[in-house]
């Protein structure tokens, strides 16, 4: 899988990120995103852009265990997209998937979210997030 992040480029980064969402092992998926990860930051990195439709609609709309895989390769892009992807997984019923969503919002390298991270440790009741959200908007 790493090799595939390696060599892949924007048109092949779909397929790559369907195969993390088809993955049943949970090995198998971690190494799938981790390689999606790798891909995104080399592409944007060469390009200075990237179409990241794909990795967001996965990650708010494939399954549990791929948007938990997916969210954190979000918080490492500025792109509309990953932005209103996160924004969308805040509002999840379900709490994994906002608590990996939180995470990832707190994680974010995107200073367009400044605003959604200050307002995640404002609103919040958890500890945790509070802590993670003041230290993501101190970092922004």
């Known amino acids: 899988m790493k090799a595939l992040g390696l060599l892949i480029d924007e048109p092949q980064l779909p397929v790559l ?3 993390v969402v088809a993955a049943q092992d949970p090995a198998a998926r971690a190494a799938g995103a981790e390689a999606v990860n790798y891909a995104c930051q080399r592409i944007v ?3 200075g852009a990237l ?3 794909a990795l967001a609609q996965a990650a708010t709309s494939g399954p549990k ?3 938990l895989a997916l969210l954190p390769v979000c918080s490492g892009l500025i792109n509309p997209d990953t932005r209103a992807g996160l924004r969308s997984s805040l509002k999840d019923p379900d709490p994994e998937v906002r608590g990996a969503a939180a995470r990832a919002l707190c994680d ?3 200073p367009e979210l400044i605003e959604d991270v200050i307002g995640l440790a404002c609103s919040t009741k958890e500890d945790a997030f509070r802590s993670l959200a003041i230290a ?5």
Request: aromatic residues 0%; positive net charge; glycine residues 16%.
């Open 17 to 19: 990120i369907q195969l």
């Open 45 to 47: 990195g060469r390009c």
């Open 51 to 53: 179409d990241a439709k």
């Open 65 to 67: 265990a791929a948007r």
């Open 108 to 110: 974010t390298i995107d």
């Open 136 to 140: 993501g908007g101190v970092r922004c």
